[in-house]
């Protein structure tokens, strides 16, 4: 292999699929990315089985050919070299980089035991703007349960039809949904479960990008890809979760007896000074009056807190107990100034959502028993 490459997009694309490495000890050919070449075009892949990530940028490519080498090295050390055309060889499993006075060479290995990515066929899909998608992505990843008790609540759910997504995640204790209209959505009801891990790669993959996304899901698997990019060309394919989804919609109550409107980031100030006090299970009492909300707190080890903000209430008073900072994930994902809390009972769920977007809503489960 021997090619010439801006140092710029050779960084970056190392920079992009190292991130999804971590150590194996059962194959440690994992702890390496490939690098490929074909054409006009420099291929970077690392794969953990689960998920792989591939990204392509055009080179000068004299003579083709492939190597596995481990990534931090050469990042490490593009990131001291100043920008220019830098130029690679591979000689008898030798990485060689040279760019003006600096050179140098890397050991790799062939890459025959180096797993092969899927073959999947990109054919029907759904695309959408990657703005869009990693903000409704921000917005329910936390919501996402950590344990494998229930594999199907360990990812996100994107249920796709005409013109929307919608995205929701819950782990029985909270619940998150977005929903983004989109044109470009075309596919007509598709679901699939994306794992959480998935997930995090698209966010920090494509968060500084204005790029269209396309997803193509196929036999429990998923590409998505910014297929108009040909600079830089970046493709994850992951599998899916399997499983069916809980029927989340059943906990969404229709009616309140109670809905309350605060101004968000004063609320947020104060939940967070309540946080100071909450006992090991992160427990705040919040009484909801006619005009304004009361704040409590306990920590027998601490010390004791209590505020009131001001608050406009349609309905009964309610008095509820909430994991603080369970309630500071929602209020921070709702836009606006304006959040409207609406519950029925002390032991039912609450509702959090803006006064001025409807597109997405948190929903939180009390502390019973409190």
Do not use: C, W
Not at 33 to 39: C, D, H, S, Y
Not at 50 to 64: F, G, H, N, T, W
Not at 78 to 88: C, D, S, V
Not at 142 to 154: C, I, T
């Amino acid at each position: 292999m021997k090619l010439i490459i801006k140092k710029h997009l050779l960084l970056k694309g190392i920079q992009s699929v190292e991130k999804n490495i971590g150590r194996n000890l059962t194959l440690p050919v994992l702890s390496n990315i490939l690098i490929r070449t074909q054409k006009d075009i420099l291929n970077l892949v690392s794969t953990d089985l689960e998920l792989a990530v591939s990204v392509s940028v055009p080179a000068k490519i004299e003579r083709e050919g492939n190597i596995v080498v481990p990534p931090k090295i050469i990042s490490s050390f593009l990131n001291n070299i100043p920008e220019g055309n830098t130029h690679i060889e591979v000689k008898d499993n030798n990485l060689f980089i040279e760019q003006g006075n600096y050179k140098t060479s890397i050991k790799g290995e062939g890459d025959r035991e180096f797993p092969l990515l899927p073959k999947m066929n990109k054919g029907k899909h759904f695309s959408i703007p990657s703005s869009e998608l990693i903000k409704g992505l921000q917005q329910t990843i936390n919501s996402v349960a950590v344990s494998d008790l229930k594999p199907e609540l360990s990812g996100v759910l994107f249920s796709i039809s005409k013109g929307e997504l919608k995205l929701a995640a819950t782990d029985s204790f909270r619940l998150s949904e977005k929903r983004i209209t989109e044109k470009s959505i075309e596919t007509e009801n598709e679901s699939m479960i994306v794992p959480a891990k998935t997930v995090q790669e698209i966010i920090r993959s494509y968060q500084d990008s204005s790029d269209l996304l396309y997803f193509y899901p196929e036999n429990n698997q998923v590409i998505v890809e910014n297929a108009d990019n040909k600079n830089f060309n970046l493709l994850i394919i992951s599998k899916l979760i399997e499983g069916d989804y809980p029927d989340y919609a059943r906990i969404v109550p229709n009616k309140y007896e109670t809905k309350t409107i605060v101004l968000k980031d004063d609320f947020i100030k104060q939940i967070k000074a309540a946080g100071l006090f909450a006992s090991r299970i992160n427990d705040v009492k919040l009484s909801i009056e006619a005009r304004n909300i009361k704040i409590k707190t306990e920590n027998q080890d601490v010390g004791k807190y209590e505020s009131s903000i001001e608050a406009s209430t349609e309905g009964e008073s309610k008095e509820t107990v909430f994991n603080y900072q369970y309630l500071l994930e929602g209020l921070g994902n709702i836009e606006g100034d304006e959040v409207i809390i609406k519950m029925n009972n002390s032991d039912s769920p609450a509702v959090l959502e803006s006064t001025k977007n409807k597109d997405y809503f948190y929903i939180i489960m009390p502390i019973k028993g409190s």
